[in-house]
């Protein structure tokens, strides 16, 4: 028999085979696109085909969202979709409705604005937001476990309440803006930051975080609200807890170190470590005119003030072989013209001394600055960098009690110019006597 003879048997058999073998259902069953303009959800005359988008009895549904203009409302108690491509316009849940993303890839276009008051999302696929992504007046958007939500437009959990929960096995991608004002956002999965975050409530539970919190953008904490650590931090990009000018301070509060391991922590508000836990600056700075309460351990650079400034911490300062204190200098006011660490607790002293002027001062001989103060002190600076001098000044390093103070001072004579100096004395005077004594001969 010839090979096309043979294929002509082969390909039939195949195919009966194929028609009596069970056949694979897809997810995504039904493709539904909104028809334009205002409308409800629930209204079957909104979508093409007409049929309201919501999964059941095995029939599943991906909806499209891109008519021109589109104001479309989820007035419905629970709608649940496998995916949803929102190109532009807004989309609003009512309250006591929810729209539930099961498990395709969603996304909200850089024109779209998805508004939530009193309603639920629930994502347990992949959403990513380009446009706007809100939470408020009670509203609720839940990142269920296996779920990732990554942001590179804008989120706003904000006005009475508003909130955001990652739960445990979900993972939430900040990379845009996301705003906490007056609403809270509380991570039990794992919360990577790449854009900016910032924190402005007053409200109980701003930004907790029980589970994994990773900065490599900008966190900030502004004056009266507070975020809350009991996890797992760690900070590689900027970390700002601000103060206002009458006084009201933002807090960061954690019960597990706070670790850093480049980038810069600014504390004019107040960072508080309880429970054993300690400011672990790894590298990068740490700088402010705030409040630290707990042990710091610095392998990095700590920069009291602003340029210049005070610092405090309340509790022991620990500088490593590679920690650097750099002190800038203005004047001879402490805190408003030169920088001061101000510890209560005790200084343990390894690493260096980096001290520069600003505004073009030029220390005086007699100036002195007290650049710290401590309970105890035990170690010293193993190398410094002191700005050069007027010809026949000096700085003076002083290790005392309670403070470390740097003088300028005019140089002691060496030991060695000290006995030249003797011995060259010592040998005119012995020339004025002997000349006396022969001319009393």
Do not use: C, H
């Not at 039904?30 to 005359?45: A, E, F, L, M």
């Not at 929810?98 to 696929?125: C, D, H, K, R």
């Not at 109980?204 to 996890?231: A, I």
């Not at 103060?373 to 700085?395: I, V």
Request: hydrophobic share 35%.
């Amino acid at each position: 028999m010839s090979s096309v003879n043979k294929l002509g048997l082969f390909v039939p058999a195949i195919l009966l085979i194929w028609s009596l073998s069970p056949q694979p259902t897809y997810a995504d069953g039904i493709s539904v696109s909104w028809n334009g303009g205002t409308g409800n959800w629930s209204d079957t005359s909104n979508w093409t085909p007409a049929t309201v988008p919501n999964n059941n009895a095995g029939t599943t549904y991906s909806v499209t969202i891109d008519a021109p203009s589109p104001a479309v409302t989820i007035n419905a108690q629970n709608i649940s979709i496998d995916s949803l491509a929102f190109s532009g316009g807004s989309l609003a849940v009512s309250p006591e409705s929810t729209l539930n993303l099961t498990s395709g890839t969603s996304y909200i276009a850089s024109f779209g604005s998805y508004g939530n008051q009193e309603g639920v999302l629930n994502n347990s696929g992949a959403l990513n937001n380009y446009g706007e992504l809100d939470s408020e007046q009670n509203g609720q958007i839940f990142n269920l476990a296996g779920g990732t939500i990554t942001n590179y437009g804008r989120v706003s959990i904000t006005e009475f309440s508003g909130s955001m929960e990652n739960e445990l096995g979900a993972q939430l991608n900040n990379k845009g803006q996301l705003f906490i004002n007056d609403g809270s956002l509380l991570n039990y999965g794992t919360l990577n930051n790449t854009g900016t975050i910032r924190v402005n409530s007053l409200t109980s539970q701003p930004l907790e975080n029980f589970g994994v919190l990773v900065n490599s953008g900008t966190l900030n904490v502004d004056f009266e609200s507070y975020m809350d650590n009991y996890s797992s931090f760690t900070n590689s990009g900027t970390v700002t807890i601000e103060s206002s000018n009458s006084g009201e301070r933002g807090r960061f509060s954690t019960t597990t170190n706070y670790v850093q391991t480049a980038g810069n922590t600014v504390v004019n508000g107040i960072l508080s470590a309880s429970n054993g836990a300690i400011i672990d600056i790894r590298g990068g700075t740490l700088s402010g005119n705030g409040t630290i309460n707990g042990a710091v351990v610095m392998g990095g650079t700590l920069s009291p003030g602003n340029s210049p400034g005070t610092l405090t911490i309340n509790g022991n300062y620990t500088q490593m072989s590679g920690g650097t204190l750099l002190e800038e200098l203005a004047g001879i006011i402490p805190g408003t013209e030169f920088d001061q660490l101000v510890v209560n607790g005790g200084v343990s002293l390894s690493g260096g001394l980096d001290v520069e002027l600003l505004n073009d001062f030029a220390p005086s001989l007699g100036d002195s600055f007290t650049i710290m103060t401590y309970d105890s002190e035990s170690g010293e600076f193993g190398w410094m960098d002191l700005p050069t001098l007027a010809e026949g000044e000096a700085w003076l390093v002083s290790y005392n009690p309670t403070d470390i103070t740097l003088s300028v001072v005019t140089p002691e004579p060496s030991s060695l110019l000290l006995l030249v100096t003797g011995l060259m004395l010592l040998a005119a005077f012995t020339r004025v006597r002997m000349g006396r004594n022969a001319g009393r001969v």
